[in-house]
């Protein structure tokens, strides 16, 4: 197990480089960089995004070290023009560029922002508890319902009670979630009804001089509606996973022998059923964790006006934030693959009968 493991962290360092490439590459016939944009504020021209979403950039796609000329730029000091190249680190050729990346991430340095005050990996930490807390809820809600509906499913396989609540998870994952959540706006945050929850935020403005419980209860508050739409469309796959375990488990013959002993029914389900049945979603906890904390999120923190890392990565790109870009790509595909291996590794600690390394010698 040992020499899997390490082959596995020795693959990560080429599955970074060649994303960190292609995006590198993508990059550079992406329009509008931050060259172009600077330009364009000299020239007083808009840079919002709503106007560069509408109509382009306005200026062509001038990759870094090239010798495209930025149709801003006409009637600019071409001094200054070359200024504004060195401060962004375009005064260089694109393969100096991608050497100077990938060195400084090999060392974990991932630069300043282009447009913040700050480091890659302080904006990171910055915005990463409002995703975790995000994550976290949502999936702490997926699994405490969705495993003991999935059980009870299972048992009553192919009742009235099995089919309307298949419809209902199915209804429910076919359901977007930013629909969901501006269903939930207008229906319980005043959107037209109700004004049960807050609309926005993760706190009150007045947090900071509430009460240890006053506090807490303000952040559950909060919490509930972008909680619920995040985990609206959880349900389905966790919930039919379970079911289909158990419905397994319970047909093998182990469990007809410990029935034939005489067992009762809840010995033989608790006892023998569930232990089993639990491997393959005990072990996908760290691919779940991937899903949760790092992706699908974007929308929600948009409309509930959450800052967090989805709303980070979205205004970056928008912004041609290329340090921000990277290095949260970096740092989550970094954090995605250890966990694929964790989950790994975790099959291995439920059920010591897989063995991933027999399996890829006899591949």
């Not at 600019?76 to 962004?88: M, S």
């Not at 913040?116 to 807390?133: I, T």
């Not at 007045?206 to 006053?214: A, E, N, R, T, Y």
Request: aromatic share 10%; proline share 4%; charged share 15%.
């Amino acid at each position: 197990m040992l020499a899997y493991i390490l082959r596995r962290l020795l693959l990560i360092i080429p599955t970074l480089v060649g994303i960190l490439l292609i995006n590198f590459l993508i990059v550079q016939a992406a329009p509008g960089g931050p060259v172009d944009q600077a330009v364009a504020r000299l020239q007083g021209l808009d840079t919002s995004t709503a106007a560069r979403m509408g109509s382009g950039s306005g200026s062509e796609a001038a990759g870094p070290g090239t010798n495209s000329k930025y149709r801003g730029a006409q009637g600019l000091d071409p001094e200054l023009i070359e200024d504004i190249k060195k401060q962004y680190g375009f005064d260089k050729s694109a393969p100096e560029r991608l050497w100077l990346l990938l060195t400084s991430y090999a060392r974990f340095d991932f630069g300043q922002s282009f447009y913040r005050d700050k480091s890659v990996l302080g904006l990171v930490v910055e915005k990463m508890p409002v995703s975790v807390s995000l994550g976290l809820w949502s999936t702490l809600i997926i699994y405490f319902i969705s495993i003991p509906l999935g059980i009870r499913k299972a048992l009553r396989n192919g009742s009235r009670f099995d089919v309307w609540s298949s419809g209902v998870i199915i209804a429910g994952y076919a359901i977007p979630g930013f629909l969901f959540a501006i269903l939930l706006i207008v229906l319980f945050a005043g959107g037209s009804y109700w004004q049960l929850f807050p609309m926005q935020g993760l706190v009150s403005e007045h947090f900071d001089s509430l009460s240890p419980g006053g506090k807490i209860l303000d952040y559950a508050h909060h919490m509930v509606l972008p909680t619920i739409c995040m985990s609206i469309g959880g349900f389905a796959t966790l919930t039919i996973l379970t079911k289909n375990s158990f419905l397994d488990e319970i047909n093998k013959q182990y469990v007809l022998t410990a029935r034939a002993k005489g067992l009762t029914e809840n010995q033989v389900l608790y006892g023998h059923v569930f232990r089993n049945a639990m491997l393959i979603i005990i072990a996908g906890i760290p691919a779940t964790l991937v899903g949760v904390f790092l992706t699908g999120s974007l929308l929600i923190e948009v409309i509930f006006n959450l800052d967090g890392l989805g709303l980070l990565g979205f205004e970056s790109v928008l912004n041609r934030d290329y340090p921000v870009v990277f290095g949260t790509l970096f740092i989550f595909t970094l954090v995605g693959m250890l966990l694929k291996l964790a989950s790994d590794i975790m099959y291995v600690l439920v059920d010591p009968r897989i063995d991933f390394e027999s399996r890829e010698g006899s591949a």
